[in-house]
């Protein structure tokens, strides 16, 4: 295992293009465009701004960078670095920007979600969507990218409408059975759309293409309803976390459920394993020791007076291969929970020493890795746990990390820099220096 040395970012801005060619950064108002191979800077951008979002292109051709407080969008090209675009929306403003799927067109929502202005990079034609709605995730492409579907918000009620990506014609407009829609957001497969309501209201709907209502569940009344939500990458499963500590699994042919995963305080399952982060000196291997079930689990009690409560599972993860769920409960914050989706059952809880910041699941391989805001990267398979010191001058605190898209490197994000880890496609590879890890005992 290896580490690159160490470059400047601002705000969280990095970015593989979706080729694995590049890695773009953002420092303040400079684009540094790298080759991921050698780490060499190929192109240098400066924009008007310092830039708040930053975006690849579906075909890696294209960089989009979105300075909100001026209303500015850029857009710089790989292949002719002279040429770059400039949209303004004025008195307007801007909240969001994003790439449509064919990389050649812009969607602009403006201040107060007044409208969703569409931008053509061939043709300069503007196109206007009225009514988007504020939420959570009002908007979403189909997986193959043929289709858009919009939230919005008329006259009191939610409703959906679905755009033909090409010309951006209205395919269907259909009002959405919901008090307050939070989100929405296409199967992989295309075929189904999952809308949810707010979390005051315990209900997911799932339409057909054609705005059919497939069905609706509901799994309780009078209490804080959905956290997050998350499709399978084969669509076959959909998992619901909810504010009630527990994730619903429903499955793709009768949109019911049929299991749910409980984060209890103790952990009594005796086909789990419980790996808890035991402090060591970094030149220590240390070998994994069983303890005796149950193992206690570290509970944070939220406090009721406060809005948006840490309580419930907020984040939701399939591994590719479809074989495995990772949640967090936001209560018990120095947990992960791996769950095996073959038996429906807990697989692998781990235990660290703060709060779990950031976790993703490698795009090739069932591992897992997640980041806790120390000066360490640790990863989890079906073969075990293990922690890595990331071994650069000064204190490199890990506060996010993203995958390569071939599986073979992490990006990993601190405050105010990046760097590169290098891994095998094993825990116990060769090429891992022993001085850098340190293996969680149970």
């Known amino acids: 295992m290896n580490f690159s040395e160490v470059f400047k970012q601002s705000n969280q801005l990095c970015k593989v293009s979706p080729d694995g060619k590049y890695l773009a950064t953002c420092v303040q108002y400079r684009l540094v465009v790298r080759d991921i191979n050698s780490l060499q800077i190929v192109h240098l951008y400066t924009c008007l701004d310092q830039v708040m979002h930053m975006e690849w292109s579906s075909d890696s051709l294209f960089i989009l960078c979105a300075m909100y407080k001026r209303g500015l969008v850029q857009v710089w090209s790989l292949e002719q670095p002279d040429w770059h675009c400039k949209i303004d929306e004025g008195s307007i403003g801007l909240v969001s920007s ?3 799927p064919d990389g050649r067109h812009i969607l602009n ?3 107060f979600n007044l409208r969703v202005t569409v931008w053509s990079l061939c043709t300069k034609a503007v196109s206007y969507i009225k009514y988007p709605k504020a939420c959570q995730k009002g908007v979403d492409f189909s997986a193959d990218g043929r289709y858009m579907a919009l939230a919005e918000r008329r006259e009191c009620k939610d409703y959906i409408s679905v755009f033909v990506c090409d010309d951006w014609h209205l395919l269907r ?40 209502l497939l069905s609706l569940y509901s799994a309780y009344e009078w209490s804080l309803g959905i956290k997050s939500v998350a499709w399978s990458p084969s669509s076959q499963f959909l998992a619901v976390g909810s504010y009630d500590e527990k994730v619903r699994i429903l499955n793709h042919i009768t ?10 305080a103790t952990i009594i399952n005796t086909k789990a394993v419980v790996f808890k982060e035991v402090e060591k000196r970094p030149t ?5 020791e069983i303890t005796q079930l149950p193992a206690q689990v570290p509970v944070i009690k939220p ?3 406060r809005a948006n409560p840490k309580i419930g599972i907020s984040t939701l993860a399939f591994s590719a291969d479809n074989r495995f769920l990772a949640t967090k409960n936001d209560n018990m914050p ?4 791996v ?10 809880v781990l235990e660290q020493t703060a709060p779990v910041r950031c976790f993703v699941w490698d795009p090739r391989r069932p591992r897992l890795a997640l980041c806790t805001g120390n000066t360490k990267v640790y990863l989890w398979s079906p073969a075990g746990c293990v922690s890595v010191n990331v071994p650069v001058e000064g204190s490199f605190q890990v506060q996010s990390l993203f995958w390569h898209c071939s599986g073979s490197s992490l990006v990993l994000l601190s405050k105010e820099h990046v760097c590169l880890c290098y891994l095998n496609s094993c825990f116990g590879g060769p090429n891992i220096s022993h001085k850098h890890i340190t293996f969680m005992s149970l």
């Open 173 to 212: 407009h259909f009002e959405s059975e919901t008090q307050d829609l939070a989100g929405l957001e296409w199967s992989p497969n295309s075929c189904v759309l999952a809308v949810w309501d707010s979390c005051l209201e315990y209900k997911i709907l799932l339409y057909s293409l054609d705005g059919r």
């Open 339 to 348: 769950w095996d989706m073959q038996r429906l059952s807990l697989l692998a």
């Open 334 to 337: 120095q947990s992960l929970w």
């Open 109 to 111: 929502t403006t201040e």
């Open 98 to 100: 994003r790439w449509s």
């Open 303 to 305: 406090d009721p007076d």
């Open 284 to 288: 220590c291997l240390v070998s994994d």
């Open 255 to 264: 949109w019911k459920k049929i299991t749910e995963f409980e984060h209890p």
